[in-house]
């Protein structure tokens, strides 16, 4: 009984870190797409940078949420001048968006490699352990999971509160109308694309005690990132959510019981799978049914 | 013999019933036009016999074959085309390849480059052939698509408003193209908002309101029924 | 009779409205550059000569990324995982089925084989589910890199087939190259003159059939469902179909770079499916002119030529040009640099003659 118990935890436990894990490393993917049908292939890119800046920031002294918030910060504003210099010029051509987004993700990993070196010093993980019937757990997981809901709630509320959100998604659904009653879509897109890297760094961030800090490492985040986008397509509550609690089930079951890498060629064969039962992913088919 | 046949053909988006029903026969040779106020399903009703939209309920028959769930390039194959509203065209290909592509399937290699001689000069292109089509003028690139449809041989064309955009020259040449054509035993079913067009080329005519059959007869018939007049005349006077 | 001019139709596929570069003027040059290209190893040294097929080994996959990308218009960003399941395959046969009788060959074969039907499971997937333009992108490129993965961690003895070790990480070496038997002793084609002309034979053959294969009534679709899927597929063709053979030719193709490169270097890694690995090709292409073959050959050849001399004189940066050029050729030249100057080029003779 009590055994079963501690089963039941640590497959929560699995599944709570395998949800954060997908939410946060797709939200900021999600909610560019969302918004301008772009995928940002720098999206690893703009995860690095908040991780090493929040690393140098706690290095500096800062409290460990505030220099998270400084790695998020760092890739917003380095998101909007991207936007700015290159993505501004490609509106008209999404798919040679994404291509661009490469290019420049090339040049920002290697670009760290040349300027700050192969790798770089970690924090180590904050907070320590709890067991439960003899495992033990990382609380700082736990932090996570609960960032992962925070996000999701305070994305919520940005998008159904405020009059960003509300010109957003009046951006997205008539484009041309938005535009006709005044609204700058411009700088719609521009603070868009700032917030998907703000994200991304915020995930950077986050996991950055969790990870060896080295240029590439932004890649290790963008399996997860877009099987989830795949999954749930184009809106992040409706998609992104829910792809991440089914995704998360899949990747946990699979992890515990084969391994991480287990859990990654599950979902990719998941998201394969699904794309031939529902070409518009999740949200399409909730909106669907909805309408 | 229908050579098109719906029955109770249903779709709906969301709580909106944008086809309710749908009892539509078409007979061989027939050149039929399709009317009604906008929002009146016509296009729907266009998408669901192409296949681009499957219907809820209801069933499509096709020279006597259950069409009703095959693929688009499927009810192709069996003998139906379309010309969109807006010209659905490859623009970066040259006029003379549009029609190779829309060719080289059914007519023998050897015989392609003549077969295309003789569409170009149908449709008045053959000067132009080597153009890119994206660089024609919107009453050419309407004609291109029409060759491209016609090119099939189908038993049936479809057309989505063929005259949009087309001055009255230009419609009315496009009529008499239209009346060639199905001389030559082909049916046509066109959506269609200009009524002098209409008077032009239909023997019957439908009126689609609210996704419904509203009316059917000859233009004359249609136009004198004080019903039509209220729902769909009144509203192109207004 | 009947069957010469059934040839000769075919042959003249070669030229056709979906390839730049025709008539005498064209051919010329091409027999001229073929000339060069043959007569190169005579003055340079042998070792520089086998080095250097190192170039041809990508333009495989260049060419098949073209067509399943610039002719087809599908994303493909995972091209290098057809390269490196055939890469790997290659090795683990050759090296359990050994070099005579000419087994190599049949590895080749078979790793080639391997890899389109990789494609063509993967593909049916994708293609029949109706995915949009964006989502193919990254589904193949999370499958190159989850390939990666996969095959990096497999350095522990318990992954051994047959007689050859994966060897995780670090890479699997020792395979025996391509060995062609012959009458007076076989021929192995170590990085010498004789893997040069075969395969700068093999190029020229896949350039040529290429040329023919999208000028041919399947080329015509392909480039229709690039310029409108729904006009196509209301011609009556089933283009998921069409769009999966190209998929599966293009895979193939990116398959036998792979062979010929792990046959070359007798050393295949999992990073030549990583990110930056997989990066490469895309600038390839898109720096020529993905939609023409000819932009795509010559482009590729000279981004690879530049990527080499940027690694040699300066490593770093090689990388950060490659990522620079592709942001430029989207911003400036979205059809490709080669593409524009060949346009230009055409644009200052045609006024010429109007003069």
């Not at chain 1, 917030?195 to 490492?217: D, E, F, I, K, Q």
Request: charged share 15%; net charge neutral; glycine share 10%.
């Amino acid at each position: 009984m009590v055994d079963s118990l501690n089963l039941v935890f640590s497959f929560l436990y699995q599944f709570g870190d395998a949800f954060a894990f997908l939410v946060l490393s797709a939200c900021g993917l999600a909610v560019i797409f969302g918004m301008m049908g772009v995928i940002n292939l720098a999206h690893g890119e703009f995860i690095m940078c908040g991780a090493y800046v929040s690393t140098r920031a706690a290095h500096a002294g800062l409290p460990m949420p505030l220099a998270v918030l400084a790695g998020a910060a760092a890739a917003g504003i380095a998101g909007m001048v991207v936007e700015w210099v290159v993505i501004r010029r490609l509106y008209e051509r999404p798919l040679d968006t994404i291509v661009a987004t490469w290019g420049i993700s090339m040049i920002v990993t290697q670009g760290v490699l040349i300027l700050l070196g192969p790798s770089m010093q970690g924090v180590g993980t904050p907070f320590g352990s709890f067991s439960v019937g003899g495992y033990s757990y990382s609380v700082y997981r736990i932090i996570l999971m609960l960032s992962a809901v925070a996000v999701l709630a305070a994305l919520w509320l940005m998008f159904t509160r405020t009059r960003f959100g509300l010109l957003s998604r009046a951006t997205i659904q008539v484009p041309h109308v938005a535009e006709a009653l005044g609204v700058n879509t411009n700088l719609v897109y521009s603070l868009t694309f700032g917030l998907g890297a703000a994200l991304a760094g915020l995930a950077g961030g986050l996991y950055a005690p969790t990870m060896t800090l080295v240029p590439t490492m932004g890649a290790s985040f963008m399996v997860e990132a877009f099987v989830t986008v795949v999954v749930g397509g184009a809106d992040i509550f409706l998609g992104t959510a829910p792809a991440a609690v089914v995704l998360g089930v899949i990747k946990a079951a699979l992890t515990s019981w084969k391994g991480q890498l287990a859990g990654q060629i599950g979902l990719l064969i998941a998201v394969i799978i699904v794309i031939r039962i529902l070409p518009r992913g999740i949200s399409g088919k909730i909106l669907r049914e909805r309408a | 013999m229908h050579i098109l046949e719906t029955r109770k053909l249903n779709k709906r988006f969301g709580g909106l019933h944008v086809t309710g029903d749908v009892d539509f026969a078409l007979t061989p040779g027939e050149m039929h036009c399709l009317i009604g106020p906008n929002g009146a399903g016509k296009s729907t009703f266009f998408r669901l016999i192409l296949g681009e939209h499957l219907p809820d309920s209801g069933e499509i028959l096709f020279q006597d074959h259950d069409i009703t769930r095959a693929r688009p390039f499927q009810r192709i194959r069996q003998g139906l085309s379309v010309k969109f509203q807006v010209p659905g065209i490859f623009k970066e290909l040259s006029v003379r390849q549009n029609l190779v592509i829309a060719l080289q399937h059914h007519v023998d290699p050897r015989m392609l480059p003549e077969e295309i001689d003789r569409l170009l000069e149908f449709l008045g292109l053959a000067h132009a052939q080597a153009q890119l089509a994206g660089n024609l003028s919107h009453g050419q690139k309407q004609w291109l698509e029409i060759g491209m449809a016609i090119g099939l041989k189908p038993r049936l064309l479809l057309l989505d408003e063929p005259t949009a955009g087309m001055t009255p020259d230009e419609t009315h040449a496009t009529g008499e193209m239209l009346k060639r054509l199905n001389a030559e035993g082909m049916t046509l079913l066109a959506v269609e908002h200009d009524m002098a067009f209409v008077r032009q080329i239909a023997h019957r005519v439908t009126v689609l309101h609210f996704g419904k059959v509203f009316a059917q007869g000859t233009i004359d018939e249609i136009t004198a029924d004080p019903r039509v007049a209220k729902i769909y005349l009144g509203e192109v006077d207004a | 009779m009947e069957q010469t001019s059934r040839i000769r139709r075919i042959l003249a596929l070669i030229e056709g409205p979906q390839t730049l570069g025709r008539g005498p003027r064209f051919w010329s040059g091409f027999a001229l550059v073929l000339l060069l290209a043959c007569a190169y190893p005579a003055f340079a040294d042998s070792y520089d000569v086998g080095n250097n097929v190192y170039f041809f080994n990508w333009l495989f996959m260049a060419l098949g990324l073209s067509l399943i990308w610039g002719y087809g218009g599908a994303l493909s960003f995972g091209q290098t995982a057809f390269f490196g399941i055939a890469a790997y395959c290659y090795g683990v046969l050759t090296i359990n089925l050994g070099d005579a009788y000419g087994l190599t060959l049949f590895s080749l074969l078979a790793a080639v084989g391997c890899s389109a039907l990789c494609a063509a499971v993967l593909g049916y997937f994708l293609f029949y589910g109706r995915i949009n333009g964006v989502f193919l992108g990254i589904v193949s490129l999370s499958v190159t890199l989850v390939l990666e993965r996969f095959m990096a961690q497999t350095a522990g003895p318990e992954w051994t087939i047959g007689s050859a070790r994966l060897n995780g990480f670090n890479g699997m070496g020792n395979m025996p190259s391509l060995t062609i038997p012959w009458p007076g002793g076989p021929i192995v084609l170590y990085p010498d003159l004789p893997l040069y002309y075969v395969t700068l034979a093999l190029l020229i053959a896949v350039y040529l059939g290429l040329r023919m294969l999208v000028n041919s009534r399947f080329g015509n679709v392909l480039v229709a469902i690039r310029e409108n899927p729904l006009r196509a597929e209301m011609l009556g063709y089933d283009i998921r179909r069409y769009q999966l053979m190209a998929f599966v030719i293009g895979s193939a193709l990116a398959g036998l770079s792979g062979v010929l490169y792990t046959s070359w270097g007798n050393y295949i890694t999992p990073a030549s499916m990583g990110m930056t690995a997989a990066a490469l090709p895309i600038v390839w292409v898109a720096v020529g002119g993905r939609s023409d073959l000819t932009t795509t050959l010559v482009g590729a050849l000279a981004v690879l030529i530049v990527f080499q001399l940027l690694t040699i004189h300066a490593s770093q940066y090689a990388l950060v040009v490659m990522g620079a050029l592709l942001v430029i050729t989207v911003l400036v030249a979205p059809r490709g640099i080669v593409m524009a100057l060949v346009e230009a080029t055409l644009r200052l003779s045609r006024r010429k003659e109007a003069r």
